[in-house]
């Protein structure tokens, strides 16, 4: 499976949110959506990446208040970005190994999406359920003459009485 499955299943909807924004304005996108990040696009680009840990962070710095906080000055600038044709094996190893839970999508210049790790959690269950499926197929399916040793039209010996 491939970032690109993922997407197909996800849909391409994206939350951005502009750099001068207000912090504030970027949890009230994020509670209205029940989304854990925000992308964030200047003139048309990605720019930087919005967590729920960013915000959290600075909701802790204020005690409690984000104040006059902009995005710009609470996102993530350094992430780590997968192409559509990225493996899922590798995003998930990518994901653990960088310690991110939202990686951007790119493809050349343009952003195609943003993977959680709840996507890729979702894509894993739904391929071991379709291998699953496919396995008990399989073993229903099996023609009941294959599998048996050569000596199967041999009459078995007769079983001695267990001693007491």
Request: proline share 5%.
């Amino acid at each position: 499976m491939k970032v690109s499955d993922i997407l197909r299943v996800k849909g391409h909807v994206l939350f951005t949110i502009p750099p001068e924004a207000r912090l504030l304005q970027a949890v009230q996108t994020m509670a209205q959506h029940d989304i854990g990040s925000l992308v964030v696009m200047a003139h048309g680009k990605l720019v930087g990446l919005l967590t729920f840990s960013e915000v959290m962070a600075a909701v802790a710095e204020g005690e409690g208040v984000l104040g006059d906080h902009i995005v710009s000055e609470r996102m993530d600038t350094h992430y780590e970005v997968c192409g559509p044709e990225t493996t899922l094996d590798t995003l998930r190893r990518t994901m653990l190994e960088a310690g991110v839970r939202y990686i951007p999508v790119m493809q050349d210049d343009a952003l195609l999406g943003v993977i959680s790790f709840h996507d890729v959690a979702q894509a894993i269950v739904r391929e071991q359920d379709f291998e699953n499926q496919m396995l008990k197929a399989y073993i229903r399916d099996w023609p009941e003459d294959e599998g048996q040793p050569e000596t199967a039209g041999a009459p078995m010996p007769a079983s001695t009485p267990a001693r007491s």
